[in-house]
Nanobody, 124 residues
Framework: VQLQASGGGLVQAGGSLRLSCAAS????????ITWFRQAPGKEREFVAS????????YYTDSVKGRFTISRDNRKNTVYLEMNSLKPEDTAVYYC??????????????????WGQGTLVTVSS
């Protein structure tokens, strides 16, 4: 599976962006697709996930109510709608595909495939 992340950019605090993760080369619906992010000097962290079998969604606490993950299996694409952006959301955002168990969604080691990352910069 190849993943292509896009949609990053520079936005002012309070603004919005929509990231896209387009997949090719595999059975998209069979994978959990998760967004991680990595800020300068920090570890890569879990942001949001669309679970494969149920399409349930999960979020880290800091983005709940502001970010929405959705998937379109016909287009093999997962989206991350980001609203009310804050400077602390600044990071490179990566999408990843895998089949982790539910309790391991946030563990980046459970994902087989990664996109190249897209930079989100939120100015204050």
């Amino acid at each position: 599976v190849q993943l292509q992340a896009s949609g990053g950019g520079l936005v002012q605090a309070g603004g919005s962006l929509r990231l896209s993760c387009a997949a090719s080369g595999g059975t998209f619906s069979g994978y959990t697709i998760t967004w991680f992010r990595q800020a300068p000097g920090k570890e890569r962290e879990f942001v949001a996930s669309s679970f494969r079998s149920s399409s349930n969604t999960y979020y880290t606490d800091s983005v709940k109510g502001r970010f929405t993950i959705s998937r379109d299996n016909r287009k093999n694409t997962v989206y991350l709608e980001m609203n009310s952006l804050k400077p602390e959301d600044t990071a490179v955002y990566y999408c990843a595909a895998g089949r982790p168990i539910l309790s391991s969604l946030t563990d980046k080691n459970g994902y087989y495939y990664w996109g190249q990352g897209t930079l989100v910069t939120v100015s204050s």
